[in-house]
Structures are given as C-alpha cells and as structure tokens.
C-alpha cells in the first residue's frame, strides 16, 4: 500500500473514491469539501437527510458520482461527535473506507481528513491511527485457497489534510501505524495457520528469523536437562517436541525500564488425555496466541526503536494424547523446582508457563513481567469475547494496561487474584496440583503462575482466551484470529 499525504489542498485532486467525513451530523467543514459538494448537487445529502444518517463513527454511505467530480464514488464517512471522537474512531473510519475502496475496486482513495480531535491526539497518533486501521481492515488470510481472493488492487490512500503543518507528523505516523499493523497481521498468520504447519520448533525458528535481537532456542533435550519438567511433559503426547524460545532486544541509548513478555505457544490443543469434546477443540489452534503476539512485539522493536529492554519468551508445545502423553495423576518438576501434580492435562498453558516464568525470574532482572495466554474457558465466560482479563500483583501496571488497552481498541478488564482460592490448589502428593476449585477458574490459573514468580515482582498476567480469536467480523479485524494486545504492548513500551 502506498499513504500519501497532501496538505491544504487547492482541490481534492482525482480518484477512483473519495472520502468525505461526517462530523458533529454535518460534513466537515473545508472549502476543498464546501466545493465538491456543490459540485456533487444536493441528491446524496437530500438522500442522507432522508435515511436519517447521523455520521454515526464507523457508519457510511456511498454514493456514485456520475461524473459530477472526478471521482467514481463518494463515501460519506462517519466520525461520531467531535467531542467523542478519538484514535478509535479514526481506526474505525480508515478501516471502513479501505473496505468500501476494496469492494468498489478503487485504485486510488482520497481522504480529507479533521484532525482536530479536540486536541486529543497529535498529527502523528492520527497518522498512525489512520494506517493501521486501513491496514488491520484489509487483512485477509487466503494462503489455504486455491482461488486467492483477487488482488485487492488497492494501490494508493491518499490523504489530505485541511492543516498545512501537520503533514510531516501525519506521514511518519502513517508509516509507523502501517508497520505496527503488519506486525499485527503477522500475528493473525500465525494464528491462522493450521496447527500441522507451525509446530513449536517452527516457531522457534519465526524467532530466530528477527533481526536485531538475540535469540536462543532451547530444544526439547536441552529443556528437558535444564528442568522444565512441566513444558516438557506438555509435549510428551505428540511427535512435536516441545520448545523454549528467549529473545532479547537491547536499545542503544539509556534504558528507561527492562520489561519480560511471555507467551503461551500451545501450537494446538486437544486437551492431551483430558481430552476435549469436538467441539471445543474446532478454534485450539488459536492456543499460541500469546507466543503470537510476542514475537510480533519482539518483531517490532528494532523498528521502533523503544528505549525499554525487553526480555520475550515462548513456551511451545503441542498438546495431544499420544501413547507417551502424561496422564491424569503424574506429578512433574517445574524450573524453580516445585513438584506439580497434573490432574488435568487440559490445564497445560499453565504448566507450559511456570517454567517460562520460573527461569526468566531466576536469570533475568527485570522491572515487569507481563505473560499473555489464551489460558481459560472460564475468562471467556466472566467477559465475554471483547475482554482481556488482568490479574496480578502491581494494580499500577494492570491500570496503565487498561488505559493504554482502551486507547488501542483492545478493553482490559481486572478480575481479583484472590489468595483464598489457592487452598484449593494444594496437592496430596505434591507442591500443587494444575486445577483448583469448580469457580473462579481464570483466577485459579493466575493463582497458580503466581507460584512461579518472585514474591516481590511486578507481575501481570492477561488471560485473552475470549479476543484472540474473533467468532464473527468486528471494525478492522476479520473472523479469526486477532493479533490482540501486539498494539497495545508497544503502546504501554513506549510510555515507559
Ligand atoms: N486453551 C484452553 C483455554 C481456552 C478455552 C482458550 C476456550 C480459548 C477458548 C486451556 O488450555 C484449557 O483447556 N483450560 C481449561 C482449564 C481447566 C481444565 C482447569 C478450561 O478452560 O477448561
Ligand atoms: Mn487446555
Ligand atoms: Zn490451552
């Protein structure tokens, strides 16, 4: 895709569609848009009085211009109030006018956009915002099809901006918000891809491919003579052997915070001998979400150049119930040394962490540590599909979450780590058990990584078993998955 972008335009220039946005009820007032619409003659705003188009955010109308400009179509794009009007909103309306562009098969947008959103947000945050949801709108996944969905032809966004100085600012942002979007997309692949096609060694490999880190895999002999009894028992159903993945990104200047990610990397999960029923199991290759989403943040920074060091981790293992699989009952040894008896086989995303957790807090010193899996059922259940759940043990880190979350488009709710429920998780035979009580079951799997982190860390961990994985389309994202939090980690990094 090539952003273009053109400040304080004589005219709107030519096209295939142009974007006209819809402020506080009324187009948005510009001399360029003042003159097309008088150009246009007064049918299309007579037909939106008529259908009571309000220019609701991300509600749009499309009309052809039979020749009166010099641009096929017109697309009334809503931005809500001006009040109201927010990153989100211009997420939402770039990822509209990408779609509406596609489906007409324009070449060539042009998009005169209000930046005054109040103030709320710079030249170079609606830059960023305006890319990544064009770019986010118009992922697909079509590399199983025989028939590839044509070529989108979308070719050029050209945006114009009624303030001649921010156009420097907006254009670096679009440059920025297009990559952070395609680290996203990359995300969504992986997710996407059939679990056959990307076993843990495979992304190991992802791993190492990112430039400007330093990168070590531990195989599956290698984790298993270290310690990481639980990672390894995870893998012992299938013929994919289990991996541990650690990247390092190191900035060149001063180091503002150093910061640790995990991911859940359960590359598929049928629930091993705990196996589940057909149903449940149609989406579980989504389980390495987490794993997902960090190697597309680790992926980024040397883009962006962040001035955090950050520790990421992966903890991959595919979990089946071949002949060697662990069973009900067996007790394994985690990297800190604590025995864990595995009643459930189906609660393997903790197992597959504790041992990223126990060896990034016995090597690593770090200021936080934030880990991100598609871990429970029961979250899903608690928020629904748009909510990640946040529990952890530095209430200032999980709010800094959820305002950077809430600025991304990406809701993070905290559910309570409440210590009484951990009575439930103490064994007979060992240190702990995998499963806790019937309730509360996102808090009984925060409860028991807690066992795997230092007492005094800044710890979080985010369950995204609901938004990894989109059951229907939803503003800028399709069904499936979702490369949920990439945006919102680098967004909390850069605050730093
Ligand atoms: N990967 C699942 C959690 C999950 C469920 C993610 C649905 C996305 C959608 C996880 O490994 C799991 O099976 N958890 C069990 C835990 C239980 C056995 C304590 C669950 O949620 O049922
Ligand atoms: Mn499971
Ligand atoms: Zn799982």
């Known amino acids: 895709m090539k952003f273009s972008v053109e400040s ?202 990112i430039r400007g880190l330093r990168t070590k895999v531990f195989n599956h002999r290698q984790l298993k003579s270290i310690g990481m009894g639980a990672l ?64 597309a943040v680790m992926g980024l920074l040397p883009f962006l150049k962040l001035p955090v060091e950050v520790f990421g981790y992966i903890a991959s293992a595919e979990n089946m119930p071949d002949g060697g699989a662990q069973r009900p009952g067996d007790v394994v040894k985690a990297y800190n040394g604590k025995t864990i008896e595995v009643l459930n086989t189906d609660a393997e995303g903790r197992l597959a962490l504790a041992d990223a957790l126990s060896y990034l807090t016995k090597n690593r010193k770090v200021d936080y540590i934030i880990d991100i899996a598609t871990l429970t059922g029961a979250a899903l259940v608690a928020l629904g599909d748009l909510y990640t759940a946040a529990l952890g043990t530095d209430a200032d880190l999980i709010q800094k979450l959820k305002e950077t979350g809430e600025e991304c488009g990406e809701k993070i709710w905290e559910l309570p780590l409440a210590e009484e429920y951990a009575e439930e998780m103490k064994s007979n035979v060992a240190d702990i058990q995998n499963i806790g009580g019937p309730y509360g079951g996102t808090i009984n799997g925060a409860l028991f990584l807690k066992n795997f982190v230092a007492e005094d860390a800044k710890w979080v961990h985010l369950d995204i078993a609901g938004p990894s994985w989109a059951n229907k389309p939803w503003a800028y994202s399709p069904k499936g998955g979702t490369g949920i939090m990439v945006r919102t980690f680098l967004r909390l990094f850069s605050k730093f």
């Open 232 to 295: 390894y028992g995870v893998g012992m159903g299938s013929p994919e052997p289990p991996v541990f993945v650690e990247m390092h990104y190191r900035p060149k200047g001063r180091v503002k915070k150093r910061i640790a990610i995990v991911g859940k990397g359960i590359t598929f999960d049928s629930g091993g001998l705990s196996l589940k029923p057909a149903k449940s199991m149609e989406t579980m290759k989504d389980d390495m979400s987490g794993a997902a989403t960090v190697l």
């Open 8 to 209: 304080r335009p004589s005219s709107l220039g030519s096209g295939d569609l142009l974007v006209l946005p819809f402020l506080d009820e009324k187009p948005f007032s510009h001399p360029a848009i003042v003159a097309a619409l008088k150009k246009l003659g007064q049918a299309p705003l007579q037909l939106l009085k008529k259908e009571e188009f309000k220019g609701e955010a991300g509600d749009s109308r499309l009309f052809a211009t039979h020749g009166k400009l010099p641009f096929d179509y017109v697309l009334f794009m809503g931005l809500g109030s001006a009040k109201k009007a927010n990153l989100e909103s211009l997420r939402k309306a770039a990822s509209k006018s990408a779609q509406a562009a596609e489906k007409i098969k324009a070449k060539k947008v042009v998009s005169l956009l209000p930046l005054a959103l109040d103030k709320k947000a710079s030249a170079q945050e609606a830059g960023q915002a305006y890319a990544e949801g064009a770019v986010l709108g118009l992922y697909r996944f079509d590399k199983y099809k025989s028939k590839k969905d044509k070529d989108q032809g979308l070719k050029e966004l050209r945006y114009v901006l009624p303030d001649a100085k921010a156009g420097k600012a907006f254009q670096s942002g679009l440059k920025v918000g297009e990559k952070i979007a395609e680290g996203v997309n990359y995300a969504r692949d992986l997710v996407n891809t059939p679990a056959r096609d990307k076993p843990p060694e495979f992304l190991g490999r992802e791993a190492k491919k």
